[in-house]
């Protein structure tokens, strides 16, 4: 998590203080991570692809019928996000620096300083979501074992309109298609009686992501100062 929010602190210079294009920055920050964990398991574990195994006394513990701690925390902490976010004043700061930095920054908001913390926050939030994944539902790091999961994040984030709950709704959504993708592997039979090519099974999370978002994405509405670099008026 501390090594997350120093490479979104990384992202946040480039697009607030030198305003580099924030789709642009991501995609180059996406494929540097992407090389970097192979370089560092490689030196550490002598193996680029992966790395041991953990015992599993330090994995996180199950509770009813497999489900994780981590998943228990996650869903826990949509209502505290709701809550920062529409009951607090630093709720109202952060809404206000993404509609209209320009009012926020008359009625004395630091936009800038804001706009880091937020970032870095995102930073610190996504890798623990990778912690998981390597130290909670598995035992060890795959090189790409993620599969795409940050971009079907982002698309639950647009279907949902960028609003907590919803978000909470549209992941549960993705995570059931996920679910039985997996269930139908092995199932799931051709015309000829073989089974349908496991390839073709994994893609249904994907391909409904892409269905959704083109039935939803006219009807989301992004913050209007999304993507738009805000320099203070002197």
């Known amino acids: 998590m501390v090594v997350g929010g120093y490479v979104a602190l990384i992202f946040a210079v480039a697009v607030i203080k030198f ?9 180059a920050i996406s494929l540097l991570m992407l090389g970097l964990p192979a370089v560092i398991s490689s030196r550490i574990y002598d193996s680029a692809g992966s790395t041991q195994q953990i015992a599993q006394e330090f994995l996180l513990p199950d509770y009813f019928n497999r489900v994780s701690l981590a998943s228990i925390l996650a869903i826990a902490l949509v209502p505290v996000c709701w809550y920062v976010l529409y009951k607090t004043p630093f709720g109202l700061r952060i809404r206000a620096a993404g509609e209209n930095p320009e009012a926020a920054d008359a009625a004395g908001v630091n ?6 913390i937020a970032v870095v926050l995102s930073g610190v939030l996504a890798a623990a979501g990778g912690a998981y994944l390597s130290i909670g539902q598995s035992s060890l ?21 960028w609003k907590p709950i919803p978000v909470l709704v549209a992941c549960l959504f ?12 092995g199932v799931i039979k051709m015309p000829s009686g073989e089974d349908v090519p496991v390839q073709f ?8 992501t892409i269905i959704v978002l083109a039935g939803f994405i006219g009807l989301s509405r ?5 993507g738009i670099p805000y320099r203070k008026e002197n």
């Open 19 to 27: 305003e580099a294009d924030q789709v642009v920055t991501g995609f």
């Open 111 to 116: 936009v800038i300083r804001l706009r880091y």
């Open 141 to 161: 790091f795959t090189r790409g074992m993620t599969a795409g999961r940050g971009y079907i994040a982002l698309a639950a984030l647009i279907l949902a309109k």
């Open 174 to 185: 993705f995570g059931f298609t996920e679910a039985l993708a997996i269930q139908m592997q």
């Open 201 to 208: 099974i994994q893609m249904i999370p994907y391909v409904l």
């Open 222 to 226: 992004a913050p209007k100062a999304l």
